[in-house]
């Protein structure tokens, strides 16, 4: 008779593995990444020899063709010059050709190693990325095996009907994850060991040269003070605390103010219906299809006007992002780069809701959501 202890152990014991796998995972995606960022170092060191290189060859070049010229004018005309003189025009012309030809084989050869340092920060680019898409699906694996194990009996049903809606949540969250944790790196990370960095200069200054360090430490106040501003962007990335605090329809009001005052984008709100607070999950999707297609806006669109409509039916929450900005083909297929579109998708089918996205190339985009909020 099959014993239920030995699956629970099973799977206890492939999550332990799992995990191991995730970190070497995540060991291997950090190496390629510095290792993807050396090369580019490299690539771009290359590039400025090679321009080096290249402006040498053509100036030598243009060197030979006048000994040429003269050489051939001082051939033709050897009643008038010596043969001293020839013999120097020819000794020139000569150097500078084999110049020329030395210079050419360097310009090949770095050409050589820049296509050859082009192609592998291409590979490396792909490792990266293949690593971290594997790093998220092990991570999608589990959590999904961690959820409910001591339970996992009692709940084969509800997980069997719930499948793939769990396995969206996960998905978005481990993306999510992903993303913040790109972000803190690149962003706030770097900005607060830059400020390590100069609080020590600081401390040198301060024995070195007094009288500069007051300049030092108002440009470290200022580059502090922008960290604080990017940490609590992050933060609001997160979670909106407005739509926890004001609700739906204010939070939407207030993050749109905040969107005109930051990219200069004229801007326009109306909200109907009965205002009302819903369930968070409900309001945290709705929202986040809407901030989503403002950063599309802010990022893509170049346009001048948005729009945004909140309808409070009695039935589904609806909303309507409008800009006329540059539009584009949605008729082409989506790339890995688009995962703004793919997780306004996944938001409203989250929720059992509809997305369509409107658009022509020059004639601005449309995105309307609508969620049941029966099936909330």
């Known amino acids: 008779m099959?014993?239920?202890?030995?699956?629970?152990e099973i799977l206890r014991a492939t999550i332990s593995e799992i995990e191991k796998s995730k970190e070497q995972i995540f060991d291997i995606a950090e190496s390629a990444r510095r290792e993807c960022d050396r090369v580019e170092q490299e690539l771009q060191k290359i590039k400025k020899e090679t321009l080096k290189i290249i402006e040498q060859?053509?100036?030598?070049?243009m060197q030979e063709r006048k000994a040429r010229n003269y050489l051939a004018h001082v051939s033709g005309n050897f009643s008038q010059y010596s043969e001293e003189d020839i013999r120097k025009a020819y000794e020139k012309a000569f150097e500078i050709q084999s110049k020329v030809v030395i210079l050419r084989k360097e310009e090949e050869q770095y050409k050589e190693k820049r296509t050859e340092l082009e192609r592998s920060y291409k590979n490396m680019r792909e490792t990266v990325e293949k690593a971290e898409r594997l790093v998220a699906q092990v991570g999608v694996a589990l959590t999904y095996l961690s959820n409910n194990l001591d339970n996992i009996w009692n709940q084969l049903d509800k997980l069997q009907r719930r499948q793939d809606w769990g396995l969206a949540v996960i998905r978005a969250q481990e993306e999510e994850?992903?993303?913040i944790a790109r972000g803190l790196h690149d962003g706030p990370a770097q900005q607060l060991a830059n400020i390590v960095l100069r609080t020590e200069f600081c401390q040198k200054l301060f024995k070195a040269k007094p009288q500069d360090l007051e300049d030092e430490l108002k440009e470290l106040?200022?580059?502090a003070r922008n960290t604080l501003e990017d940490i609590r962007k992050i933060l609001f990335d997160l979670r909106p605390m407005d739509l926890d605090d004001l609700g739906l329809v204010a939070a939407v009001k207030r993050f749109l103010s905040k969107f005109e005052e930051s990219t200069g984008i004229a801007t326009e709100f109306k909200a109907s219906g009965n205002e009302q607070r819903y369930t968070p999950g409900l309001e945290v999707a709705l929202f986040r299809v809407v901030q989503e297609a403002l950063n599309?806006?802010?990022k893509h669109s170049k346009a001048?006007?948005?729009?945004?409509i909140l309808e409070?039916?009695?039935?589904?929450?609806n909303a309507i992002v409008k800009d006329d900005g540059c539009g584009f083909d949605t008729e082409a297929e989506l790339s890995d780069q688009q995962f703004g579109l793919k997780g306004m998708h996944e938001w409203a089918d989250l929720l059992g809701g509809e997305l369509k996205i409107t658009s022509r190339v020059g004639k601005g985009t449309r995105v309307a959501v609508s969620i049941?909020?029966?099936r909330e």
Request: aromatic fraction near 12%; proline fraction near 9%.
């Open 221 to 223: 106040k200022e580059f």
């Open 304 to 308: 001048r006007n948005v729009s945004v």
């Open 372 to 374: 049941p909020i029966d």
């Open 177 to 179: 994850r992903r993303r």
């Open 312 to 317: 409070l039916a009695p039935l589904s929450l």
């Open 296 to 298: 599309n806006v802010r």
């Open 2 to 8: 099959f014993d239920p202890k030995m699956l629970d």
């Open 57 to 61: 060859v053509d100036y030598w070049e």
